[in-house]
């Protein structure tokens, strides 16, 4: 049997990435997976590699900062899959880099409106949800940043440690009602998030994990699965980093 059979679950951001990879991660699992993201191509690109597999899914486009995009995305897997047990809210975004004292104030909005409030907005309509399923499990896409700051990125930092102080308010409201929620904390991880850096940066940041590599968006599936599934089941409320040896600097 496998550990997520016949589990509805749903990944924002699973166009790429470290979503991509969890939405893979869960089907094999057994998992019934609604692919989201604002890239349609890139988010049927996923849907194909799980059929490939053998595994079952649907896109759904959402942008995780509109609201009513959320409240339809948990309609989508009601009505197609009839329930919904598991949700990874791990669309994000970098956003613009400056320091704090000129951060522009709409790269400010928009980072915070995708990473912090996006993932309000989808535990917002997932919880009453998974409540109507009988229980569920949520896991956010943080970061070693919502732990440290990383100077330059005070939208993103923010964002990040915002998500933290969220998921510890869901695992002590809906601890005993059957839902828990935990948080993930990848270092730097081969995505397309890091093209817009330049190869001294990328050698920098490599440079930063004891391991002496940045992570693979396997890596952090791993830990999201096994968070998402039943041998977690005493695990609430926490923040796991996912990290090479980062924050232990
Ligand atoms: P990625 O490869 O860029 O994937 C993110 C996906 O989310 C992309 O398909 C992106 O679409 C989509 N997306 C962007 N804005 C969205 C929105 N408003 N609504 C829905 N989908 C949206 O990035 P990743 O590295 O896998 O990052 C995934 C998560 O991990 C993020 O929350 C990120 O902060 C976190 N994380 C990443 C790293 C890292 O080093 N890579 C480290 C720590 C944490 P577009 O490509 O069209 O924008």
């Not at 590699?49 to 948990?74: H, T």
Request: negative net charge; proline residues 4%; glycine residues 12%.
């Amino acid at each position: 049997m496998k550990i997520l059979q016949d589990k509805v679950a749903i990944v924002t951001g699973a166009g790429s990435g470290i979503g991509r990879s969890v939405a893979l991660a869960y089907a094999r699992e057994g998992a019934k997976v609604i692919v989201s993201d604002t890239d349609e191509d890139s988010g049927r690109d996923t849907v194909r590699l799980i059929a490939e597999e053998g595994g079952d899914s649907f896109f759904v486009k959402c942008d995780v900062s509109s609201p009513e995009e959320n409240e339809s995305l948990v309609w989508a897997a009601i009505d197609h899959y009839g329930a919904l047990h598991i949700a990874c809210n791990n669309a994000g975004i970098g956003g613009a880099m400056a320091p704090t004292g000129m951060y522009p104030v709409e790269a400010w909005n928009k980072v915070i409106a995708v990473n912090l409030s996006g993932v309000f907005y989808g535990v917002r309509y997932q919880i009453p949800a998974m409540l109507n399923s009988g229980g569920g499990v949520i896991v956010n896409m943080a970061s070693i940043l919502g732990s440290v700051g990383f100077a330059n990125s005070p939208a993103y930092v923010a964002a990040k440690h915002g998500l933290l102080g969220l998921t510890k308010n869901i695992a002590l409201e809906y601890g005993e009602k059957g839902i828990r929620a935990n948080a993930v904390g990848p270092a730097f991880i081969k995505t397309p998030l890091l093209k817009y850096l330049d190869e001294q940066t990328m050698q920098w940041l490599v440079s930063r994990h004891p391991v002496g590599r940045m992570g693979e968006p396997e890596e952090v599936a791993e830990l999201v699965l096994w968070l998402s599934s039943p041998k977690a089941s005493f695990v609430t409320g926490a923040y796991y980093p996912v990290d090479g040896g980062y924050l232990a600097q």
